[in-house]
């Protein structure tokens, strides 16, 4: 990427850095998981009851642990993500409770055929190359919520040969995906060397880490796997309504995360996650597709950085209930910041309503906005070609270059071409049906849910992988089943 956009001066990040220090050396993180916290003990934490008070020596050596760069791999070959540097990938969102039908614009909750035309939708997308998957849904209409997981994974996996996050909401269900993944790698050898997972690990703010969530981001870092420990810090009602102290915040829960997976699995491959924003005071709402969110973001990509940890934010946010020029403003301008600083993963691309529902035509249009956002970081190329002196001597006054080979040459590079945003001339666009936005979109989804082909798992894979979803079925309703009889006799 040429350039970035920044928001923090060099000092201005080291005083972050030393207050995050502060933070977590007097004020300490609430963590109760036991192997974390026998973990931070032995490392020479002060451990008072749930209370955890991380030295800075401590935070330091695990920082330094923490790869800079490390490789994502889809399961076709031509799928891969590297984080380092100032590489942008986009991770459009999949797992909403509601969904804006297709059919009606209503909003309704997400089922498993919702996941598989979601994640066949992103499979064709250029842009997008993570997937947040309906692995990640603790509820998907129409299946038991102890087994969502599985069948969420399963469907996404099916339908798309992309990069699939999964879930790590506890130790059994990180396990589960994680042996799902296997299946897909061909082996724990092959998943270590070329992992096909990751996950996000969420931070409770302030400074607390839940139980599942840690022991999932523990699952994680035992077998090697990418790990995104992510703040979610709500200005004024989580963290301090100034964007600094809720930097320092962020940095210090996160940093809390960075330690843990270093204890665990030393160089297990972790991104600095942010989903920070400002709690809007007259409802109570988070504003994601605010400015100070993207603000945020920015100033978070250079404190990762900073760090030589790679990041994730969010991006492509709104407030709007629909799909209307609110949604528009809100989506381009935090989409623009993040990707122009160069952070590494940035997803909610396709949500609508404090990140609430999903929508497929909002996937689409989003990922037009995508990439804009991306043609922008490659900036401008100055050389003797592009300068094209010669041809505009060539060409002369009054001409034009539309019969030129180097307009052919370099058209593709140089300018972004929308495939539905409309640039008829009115008269053709009245000729063509006089459609806005939303109803381009949605024609193009139906066209492209009915005729895309995602890669097929192979038959021996498709078969391991409905083994182990039968497996936790029997697990975790089995135990409902039980529940129920023992609650029946009584």
Known sequence: ??????????????????????????????????????????????????????????????????????????????????????????????????????????????????????IKLTDALEYYSTLHSGAIMPHIEGIPDPVAHVHGYLTSLRNSSKIIKACCRGKKVAQDCIRMATVVAGGEANLAKKPNVFTTANIISPLEYSNDMTEGLIEYAKHGLPVDIASEPQMGATSPVTIAGTLAQQTAEILGGVVIAQLVNPGTPVLMGTVGAAMDMRNGSIALGGIEAGIINVAHAQIAQFYGIPSRGSGCNTESKCLDMQAGLEKASSLFMPVLAGINMLFYPGTL??????????????????????????????????????????????????????????????????????RQSYEDWQRDGSKDLWQSAKEEVKRIISTHKPLTLPEGCENELLQIVRHVEKRELGKILDQTNKEAKL
Do not use: W
Request: aromatic residues 4%; contains cysteine; hydrophobic residues 40%.
């Open 353 to 422: 309503d404090h990140a609430k529902t999903i929508s497929l035509e909002s996937l689409l249009i989003d990922n037009e906005i995508c990439g804009m956002a991306l043609r922008a970081t490659k900036g401008v190329k100055v050389d003797d070609d592009t300068l094209a002196v010669d041809l505009i001597g060539k060409v002369g006054p009054g001409q034009h270059y539309l019969g030129q080979k180097h307009t052919m040459t370099h058209l593709i590079d140089e300018q972004y071409i929308p495939k539905i945003a409309n």
């Open 1 to 118: 990427m040429k350039g970035c956009i920044k928001v923090l001066s060099d000092n201005e990040i080291y005083q972050i850095h030393l207050a995050s220090l502060r933070i977590l050396r007097e004020i300490g993180l609430k963590i109760r998981e036991p192997q974390a916290v026998s973990l931070l003990k032995k490392a020479g934490c002060l451990i008072d009851g749930d209370r955890v008070r991380i030295p800075s020596r401590l935070v330091e050596e695990s920082v330094a642990q923490a790869p800079s760069t490390f490789t994502i791999y889809g399961r076709n070959p031509e799928f891969k993500a590297v984080m380092e540097g100032t590489r942008v990938y986009i991770e459009p969102m999949i797992g909403r409770l509601n969904i804006l039908d297709l059919e009606t614009g209503q909003r309704r909750r997400t089922t498993l055929e919702d996941v598989a035309n979601l």
